[in-house]
């Protein structure tokens, strides 16, 4: 491992140098066991998942399930735009489908006064309506509004082609 060298100086003096030589074959393989130690043993990040609920497909789609009354619709446009509504297909319009933000207050507070104003309280339900303009954060931001608003019912979905009709007038 080490070796210790004794030379002779050349020249009058009497005196001996000595050279030390170390082997440092042994310190790399030692450097490399610990670091594959430390790789298996220690926990590595563990990725957060939100668990979604969703119901198997039926054959035959429900009919008038969620009265509008009982509900509100978040609608996730392009440029980080969302819109609302409780409206039903006939009463939609370009004036009852307003827009907020992303901020936490905003939705929560709109999730609050739908579910307060809201007849049969058990029945209250949010549905998200993604375009596909829509990102994946703007997504998880309205999921992370309705965990904090504390609502367990909650449906994704399609944007409707006569909403979609209404969100495009707004949008231009």
Known sequence: MAEVIAQEKQGGSRQRKKLVKIDMTPMVDLGFLLITFFMFTTNFTKPNVMDLGLPAKSPTPPKNVVDVRNQ????????????????????????????????????????????NNAPVKENFTIIIEPTDEANYKNFVDVLDNIAISNKERYGITDIKPWEKKVYEELIQ
């Open 72 to 115: 509100v619709t978040f609608i996730l446009g392009k440029d980080n735009r969302v819109f609302y509504h409780q409206s039903s297909k006939e009463d939609l319009n370009s004036k009852n489908l307003k827009e907020t933000n992303f901020s936490g207050i905003n939705i929560s507070k709109i999730i609050s006064e739908a579910y």
